[in-house]
C-alpha cells in the first residue's frame, strides 16, 4: 500500500543537504546506540489497498448487527427505526464536519439545529427550557445531581434503585468527588419502594432521581415522589425514555424540577455503546444553573433572526472556580440526528413509535406466558420492556438464541446479582409478528 | 459617585438599611457602576439563613460576574423580585432598589461596618 507521505527521495535529499546531514538516520544521533533499536519494528509485510480493504471487512463481517439479526435487547439502548432521511442529511458536509461551535455566532446554521433540538426536548417532557444537550443519559443525570447540590442545602441525593444501575454507578462516581451521599431506595413489586423513600427523604435530602419507565420497563406512578421530594425542599430529578413520553405522562405534568435522559433512541444508532447523547430540561427558575450551553434567539443589527450562545460564559470563561460544571461542549452530531428524527416523525409520529412498540411488547409478553416456560417477575403496567423468569441459565438461554440468529434479551443478574435466570426482554417498533411468533417458537424449543 | 450617610457600608460594596430588627440590603452606587450594565441578579430563597460575609447571591453584567456578600447574619424574610425581570433596576438606582430584605441575628455586627464618610474614603483610595 502506497505510504501516505508526499516526500520524495529527491525532497528528502534536499532537506538533507540543507541541513548538513547526510541520512534520515543522522537525526536522531543523538539517541545513545545502546538503548537505540537496532532491527524493524516486528510488523506484517506491507498491503496493498485492495488487500487492506478485504481484512478489514473480513473482521468487521464477524460482528452480528441487528440488521441481520432480530433484537430483543434494550436495558438503556434501543433499536428503533431510523428513517433514511436522519442519516441523508447528518451526513451532508454542512453539517458533518460542525463540532459544537467554539467560533458560535458565524455559525447560523449549527446554533440553529441546536436551537429547534432545545425547543423540542423541552415541548417533549413538558419542561420550560432544554439545554444543548449533554454525553449521555447517565452523565446528564450527574449533572442534574450537581444542580440539586448547588440550589438546595443538605448533602445527600436519593435515587431509586429502578434506576439504571450504570447510571446509579456514574452517579456516585460524581457524588463521592462531591462529598455527597447516595442513598438507594428498594424496589418492591417492581416499582420504587414509596414507604421507604418516605422514610429515608429529611431536610438534608438534595434531590431525589428516579426513572420513567424503569430499568425493569414498568411505568412507575411518581406523584407521591414528586410531593415527598418538594415538601422536604429537595429537588425532583425524572429520567425518561423519549421514545416514552409519546404516550405516558411527562415529567413536566409530574411538576418534576429536572428532566433528563439518554437521546439515542431519537435516531441515533446503536454504535456498539455510542456516541449517544444525554438531554436535559428544567423548570425557569433552574435555567441559570444548567451545565453546558443554550442556544437563544435574538436579531441581528438589522433586524434579521439570528441565533445565539447565550449561555456558556459562566464555565468557560469566568468564575470557573465556582461554575457546578465543567461541561463545555454537547453532542452537536448525535442531537443533530435526534433533531431531524423528530422533524421527520412530529408528535403523530412519535407517539406511533411509542404505541406500536408497547403493543408489540405486550403481544410478546402474552405469547411468550402461553409457552408455560416463563414466569412474569412484576404484575405491572409496562412500556417496551418487561422481566420474565425461566429455567435456565440466562447467558446460557441467549447463546441458543444467537445460534438461531435472534438477539436475546438483558441477562437481570447481571446487574441484581442475586437475581437468577431472570431476563429483560425488550420490543420496539421494528419487530414484526413474524420476527417475534419465531422467537416464541424458538425458545419454546429451547427450554 | 452617591453615597448616602445614613446608610452602612462593606468593603465588598454592599449597603444595609437599618430599620429595627430588619435590613435592606443593596449594592452601592459605586459598585454599579463598576459593573456596568447589570443583566442577572440571582436571589436567595425566603426562609434561607446566612452568616456575615457569607455569598447569598450573584449579580452579573456584561463585564463581570461578582458574588454578593452578607455584611450582617441574618434570615432572609423578603427578596426583590422585580429585579428578576429588570435587574438594570439595581442600575437605575441602587439605593431605591434594594436586594433582600433579612431578619438580623445580632446587630452588634453592624459595628464592624463602613459608615458612608468611611465608605466614601474608602472607594477614593480604590479609584
Redesign the interface.
Known sequence: MFPYIPNTKQDEEKMLDFIGKSSIDDLFEDIPKSIALNRSLNLDHPLSEVEVSKKVSTMANKNISTDEYPCFLGAGAYDHYIPSIVPRLMFRSEFYTSYTPYQPEINQGTLQVIFEFQTMIANLTGMDVSNASLYDGPTATAEAALIALDKQKGNTIVVSKSVHPETRRILKTYMDCKDVQVKEIDIKDGATDLEQLKSTINKDTLGVIVQNPNFFGVIEDYTDAVELAHNNKALMIMNVDPISLGILKTPGEYGADIAVGEGQSLGNPLNFGGPYLGFMAVKKSLMRKMPGRIVGQSEDHEGNRAFTLTLQAREQHIRREKAISNICSNQALNALAATIYMATLGKKGLKEVAMQSSQKAHYTYRELLKTGKFKEVYNKPFFKEFVFETSMDIDQLNNKLLEKGIIGGFNIEKAYPNRKNQILFCVTEKRTKEEIDNLVNVLEVIL | MKVLNDLFYTKEHEWVKVEGEEAYIGISDYAQHELGDIV?V?LPEID?EFDAEESFGVV?SVK??S?LYMPVGGTIIEVNEELEDEPELVNEDAYENWIIKVKMTDKSELDELLSGEEYQAYCAEEE
Open positions: 442577572y440571582e434561607d452579573e463581570a460576574v458574588d
